[in-house]
């Protein structure tokens, strides 16, 4: 995850200090069960693979992102935003929204449904920082078109500023053509 994409890329540093937290928390708490928020899943992939190396008595669990009536995935920075900021951050949700209504309209290339993204930003007047599809599990980005065949479903993360409060969110891209899974 560090320095590879996403938070990573434009963090560098940021997912080594998260790990030196976690760990640190982990090797003192020694918690039967670990629960972390999907909103960051940049940070659970991380998460995952430091209980699956040395905390394997450690159940993780990923909890859902909660979201505001809005679609605004809670954040204590939301606290941060000006009115006119708060009223305009749903947009970040509505971004994730039309990556994923191409996706399920037929677009498979990654590269495509990224510039879906930032075209979004760019007519709502956001400016986007980043815009990844990856693996849910293993935080790797998808490069050219999205496999038919992937193992894991993949999750849409963007990152934005809106005032001096950084805002990031992501969507479960469940796969399309398995119709046990909705999207």
């Known amino acids: 995850v560090e320095g590879k994409d996403g938070e990573g890329k434009t963090r560098p540093g940021f997912f080594r200090g998260v790990g030196t937290v976690?760990?640190?928390?982990l090797a003192f708490m020694?918690?039967?069960?670990?629960?972390?928020?999907?909103?960051?899943?940049?940070?659970?992939?991380l998460?995952?693979?430091?209980?699956d190396e040395f905390f394997p008595s450690t159940q993780l669990v990923v909890h859902p992102t909660?979201?505001?009536?809005?679609?605004l995935a809670f954040a204590s920075r939301n606290a941060r935003l000006s009115q006119e900021e708060r009223a305009r951050a749903p947009l970040v949700y509505r971004l994730l929204l039309a990556v994923r209504s191409a996706v399920l309209a037929g677009q498979r290339d990654a590269e495509?449904?990224?510039?879906?993204?930032?075209?979004?930003g760019k007519q709502h007047g956001l400016l986007v920082?980043?815009?990844?599809?990856?693996d849910l599990l293993t935080g790797v980005e998808v490069k050219g078109v999205l496999p038919q065949d992937r193992?894991?479903?993949?999750?849409?993360?963007?990152a934005l500023s809106?005032?001096?409060t950084r805002l990031v969110d992501n969507l479960v891209l469940e796969d399309p053509l398995d119709p046990a899974v909705s999207l």
Do not use: N
């Open 22 to 25: 976690v760990t640190k928390f």
């Open 30 to 45: 020694r918690p039967d069960i670990a629960v972390f928020g999907q909103k960051d899943f940049q940070q659970t992939v």
């Open 47 to 51: 998460v995952r693979r430091l209980i």
């Open 66 to 71: 909660v979201r505001e009536s809005d679609g």
């Open 112 to 120: 495509t449904l990224r510039q879906v993204g930032f075209e979004f």
């Open 129 to 134: 920082d980043y815009l990844t599809l990856a």
């Open 151 to 158: 193992k894991h479903a993949l999750a849409i993360g963007v």
């Open 162 to 164: 809106q005032g001096g």
